[in-house]
């Protein structure tokens, strides 16, 4: 098989309907796993898809489309993941077939909750893939800015560079710029912590801290994820390049980051429940808040706003106090 064959991607959302565009740009075909029978209906009908991402058209004659988990794995060589993490196990459990020779590439932006495993982690692990046959997919990058033609970067990340080029070289095209990473672990984690920072940014949003205080957070967020980073998986990297730094940033400032619009929520006085309820989309950070706490109990870094925001989350402390709280850390 010449790699990466046949695209199966996994999922539906705005972030699928991103990737499969620009997969379209440079495959003659996709295979689309969508569990909707109704959502799949309407997407031919419409040659769009009807809830996320809505004025990009499609070739449909050029997308072979499913909700049979199992049969759309059959018929791919390469599964690219694109589901919200806290569905992620309730979807792929479903698969019963082998899938041990398949390439896998994530570009989800979460870790699998209950366990705190990375994605590509449990893919190993729960099917057997083999790690040189897994990929990251990363930002800077966000969904809105691809489907509006907007120039966009993304970071493909592989144990074997090659591949990652290679599956990159499907994905690059005149407004999407692609650069590769041996940095696998690294790239997941950072794309989990950058979620959790961009809560924090929106809650200053939202509180009214000013600019200078949310300069004063990301640039000490970047600190707190690269000591993270490299305590639980020490190799040399550089925090500054984009799939890091950058991701951190568009993620914390951008108004199409449903994470920094949560946390915003959060600040201008609803409640945690609340701005759950009010949010159309998974707000990822919300999750990989608990996990990354989880994670962190074992290996004690020091992570003032990680502990921050998941007091705000997960324990009613008052955001007000507890952003004074982490602020009182930053140099």
């Known amino acids: 098989m010449n790699f990466p064959g046949t695209i199966a991607v996994m999922g539906g959302g705005s972030w699928a ?40 058209i499609f070739d449909i004659e050029r997308i072979e489309f499913s909700s049979d988990i199992n049969e759309a794995c059959r018929n791919a060589d390469t599964l690219l993941l694109v589901m919200p993490s806290p569905y992620f196990k309730a979807h792929v459990d479903k698969i019963t077939i082998d899938i041990s020779d398949k390439y896998v590439a994530s570009a989800v932006k979460g870790i699998v909750p209950d366990g705190n495993q990375l994605i590509s982690t449990y893919m190993q ?4 893939v083999l790690p040189e046959r897994t990929l990251v997919v990363s930002g800077p990058c966000h969904a809105e800015e691809v489907a509006l033609g907007r120039q966009s970067y993304l970071t493909v990340g592989g144990h074997d560079l090659f591949m990652a080029e290679k599956f990159a070289s499907c994905l690059s095209g005149k407004t999407l710029k692609t650069i590769t990473s041996s940095d696998v672990d690294g790239i997941e984690y950072a794309a989990v912590l950058k979620n959790v920072y961009s809560i924090a940014a929106g809650i200053v949003h939202g509180l009214k801290n000013g600019d200078n205080f949310l300069a004063m957070l990301v640039s000490n967020a970047i600190r707190e994820m690269e000591r993270f980073i490299y305590t639980v998986y020490p190799r040399p990297r550089q925090i500054c390049d984009s799939v890091y730094l950058g991701d951190l940033l568009v993620t914390s400032y951008s108004r199409f980051s449903r994470n920094h619009n949560f946390g915003s929520m959060i600040g201008r006085g609803y409640s945690v429940k609340a701005a759950r309820m009010e949010m159309e989309q998974t707000a990822e950070g919300y999750y990989g808040t608990k996990c990354i706490h989880e994670i962190n109990e074992r290996y004690d870094v020091p992570m003032p706003i990680l502990d921050g925001v998941f007091d705000i989350l997960y324990r009613g402390i008052n955001p007000s106090k507890a952003i004074a709280k982490m602020s009182d850390t930053f140099i």
């Open 17 to 56: 309907t991103a990737l499969a565009k620009l997969l379209l740009e440079n495959c003659e075909s996709i295979i689309w796993y969508m569990r909707r029978d109704d959502r799949i209906a309407d997407f031919k009908r419409l040659r769009r898809n009807p809830a996320y991402l809505s004025d990009v």
């Open 125 to 128: 692990r729960r099917f057997g």
